[in-house]
């Protein structure tokens, strides 16, 4: 089938082209029925198709799902006019930067299972009723973890995680969205059967690749061409899922494994490409959930290199046992060893007895919150994953009528924050800054707990990742900390600060590349001593600057790729290297990172 596009000749079950994107079928906006692009007419329900410019618009991001949306001059409307605000700007601020990069992304596929038949069973109005709300929800799902909306097609969407946004995480959000809409579309179903009498799914397809970024217009419509079978292959992903089912390739896998629960569904021949691919069905979310996470799975390298960070990290916690209690900030790039330095810090101190309590931002957290600050407070109440919301709310008032029975009047309050509410004794509605102000006030007494004389040590990682709550909630408890025996260690990039950072107890620790002599134990560590690899540690320095995350994912790449065979701390070269790639997750944070200096 040749594209109207760009000419691409393409497979003959293909829905979209797999040079540039752009739709192959017609998708009736009445009846949702696939046609030829140069139909005039639906072949199903005798319904106007659109005209070949409109099928142009609709190759660019933004098509619209549906005639509804259409606006009176019968184009779709631009992706301005639906993208949220926040995202809209931050794609303006930085397109310039953007233009012309090669992108690392996700693909996502998402459209309704069987919906000819759907459609031929239905009024056209209950149908595109039915469409309506199902694209209200893979819009906000997409939306809510930074994700583009590319095109809507008859019956679903193609989004992007990755472009023109640039994410290190990409893959993450693309299947976090693809759960949150599988979960939606399934709730809805039971909605759709009971009111029309039919059954209703989604099929969902991920793909991660490169595509290179082309431009970006006022209105946000973006060219962009797909490298290889990036956009191709997250469609043929979408064709083989079952309803209710996600399907990942295996190079988005390789990126969220351990992340997310993962069945491994073996290889398949899929067309257009010669040899099988490995398919994976997304079932829900895994055990990791950071980096560090990963690498404790692969085994933790030798930690080197930090011994005058550590001494830093020591000398404030001296000083907050001491009875003055501090605060301290690990300043770095992605990569370069924060949360090592902080878990190694974390771990002699839970040998020496001394508590810890842990949160931290995660990428896609901005959207919730308080999500850091309250997983801190849920370690210190004891509060589990699977505490109900009696036990949830039994556990806070034990533990702060214990300390003070004052603290009745304010518990309706803190069962909010949790999101345990008591229907028997609701808060009262106030205004919500004097409800945060009380909130607060109860976070300053408990960390002046006069019966606790001990020592505390609190860990927030990622602030460059907190919400506007959880960063007011932070400087409202940085206040308080000088009172306290505590110490408060919190990580960060270089672009997060805080007026916080000015307190006389604060203290910043910006953390440094490893040196070469470091650089060089940890390859020694990760590679061995075999004569075979003698040359790959200076090639890999230079290629990586010092970076421990970087250089653990050169050589994971180089043993993945097969050039390196053996265990880790004894390898051997098998194939010779002319010259080191630069591994998807490396590729990911420095995309990212280059856009974060644009919008500065």
């Known amino acids: 089938m040749k594209c109207p596009k760009c000419h691409t000749e393409n497979l003959a079950d293909s829905a979209f082209c797999e040079e540039c994107s752009a739709p192959l079928e017609a998708a009736c906006p009445t009846c949702g029925a696939s046609n030829r692009p140069t139909a005039k007419f639906c072949r199903k329900c005798r319904a106007a198709l659109a005209s070949s410019d409109e099928l142009k618009a609709q190759s660019q991001i933004g098509s619209s799902p549906t005639t509804n949306n259409l606006t009176t001059n019968n184009l779709p409307p631009s992706p301005l006019s639906y993208t949220p605000k926040h995202l809209a700007d931050k794609i303006l601020t930085s397109r310039s930067a953007l233009e012309g990069e090669r992108k690392q992304v996700t693909v996502l596929f998402a459209d309704v299972k069987g919906s000819m038949e759907l459609a031929e ?19 906000d799902g997409v939306h809510r973890f930074e994700g583009t909306v590319n095109q809507y097609t008859g019956d679903g969407i193609m989004a992007l995680f990755g472009a023109p946004i640039a ?32 059954p209703f799914g989604v099929r969902i397809g991920l793909n991660s690749g490169d595509v290179v970024v082309g431009k970006i217009g006022d209105d946000l419509r973006m060219d962009y061409t797909a490298q290889g079978h990036t956009v191709g292959f997250a469609q043929r992903m979408e064709a083989l899922a079952e309803s209710g089912h996600i399907c990942l390739s295996e190079h988005t896998a390789r990126l969220v494994e351990g992340y997310f629960q993962l069945q491994d569904l073996g290889r398949t021949k899929v067309k257009g490409v010669t040899e099988p691919v490995g398919l994976f069905d997304l079932e829900g979310v895994g055990t990791f959930r950071t980096r560090l996470d990963r690498s404790r799975a692969r085994g933790l390298s030798t930690f080197v290199g930090r011994d005058r960070d ?12 001491s009875g003055s209690g501090q605060v301290v900030g690990v300043v770095a790039d992605a990569g370069t060893g924060k949360s090592r330095l902080c878990a190694e810090f974390l771990d002699g101190c839970r040998a020496r007895g001394i508590p810890v309590l842990e949160g931290r931002g995660v990428a896609h957290g901005k959207s919730i919150p308080m999500l850091p600050m309250l997983e801190v407070w849920r370690a210190f109440y004891a509060i589990t994953d699977e505490d109900t919301p009696e036990t949830t709310r039994a556990k806070i008032a034990g533990r702060l009528l214990l300390m003070d029975e004052g603290f009745r009047e304010v518990l309706p309050f803190i069962f909010d924050v949790f999101g345990v509410p008591d229907a028997a004794n609701p808060s009262p509605a106030i205004d919500p800054e004097q409800r945060q102000k009380r909130i607060h006030g109860v976070v300053k007494r408990i960390l002046h707990d006069p019966g606790y004389g001990g020592t505390r040590v609190f860990l927030l990682e990622d602030l460059h990742w907190f919400d506007g709550a959880s960063d007011a909630f932070l400087e409202t408890t940085v206040e308080s900390v000088p009172a306290t025996r505590d110490l408060w260690l919190v990580n960060f990039r270089p672009e997060y600060q805080a007026r916080w950072m000015q307190r006389s107890y604060y203290q910043h620790l910006p953390l440094q590349p490893l040196g070469p002599e470091a650089i060089r134990a940890l390859l020694r560590d990760q590679l061995g001593e075999d004569p075979s690899v003698a040359a790959l540690p200076e090639m890999i320095h230079e290629r990586t600057k010092g970076n421990p995350f970087f250089i653990e994912e050169v050589v994971q790449s180089l043993v993945e790729s097969g050039h390196l065979a053996g265990k880790r701390g004894a390898y051997r070269l098998t194939t010779p290297v002319a010259a080191l790639e630069v591994p998807a997750s490396v590729q990911a944070v420095l995309a990212a990172r280059i856009d974060r200096l644009a919008e500065r």
Request: proline share 2%; aromatic share 8%; charged share 30%.
């Open 310 to 321: 550590m001494a830093v990290l020591d000398a404030a916690l001296e000083r907050a046992r």
């Open 121 to 139: 069973q239905l009024d056209p109005e209950e149908w595109h009723s039915i469409l309506d709300r199902f694209f209200a929800i893979l819009t």
């Open 167 to 198: 994410h290190e995480d990409h893959a993450h959000r693309a299947c976090y969205t693809a759960l949150h809409i599988r979960d939606a579309v399934r709730e809805y179903a039971k909605e759709v059967r009971a009111r029309h009498g039919v």
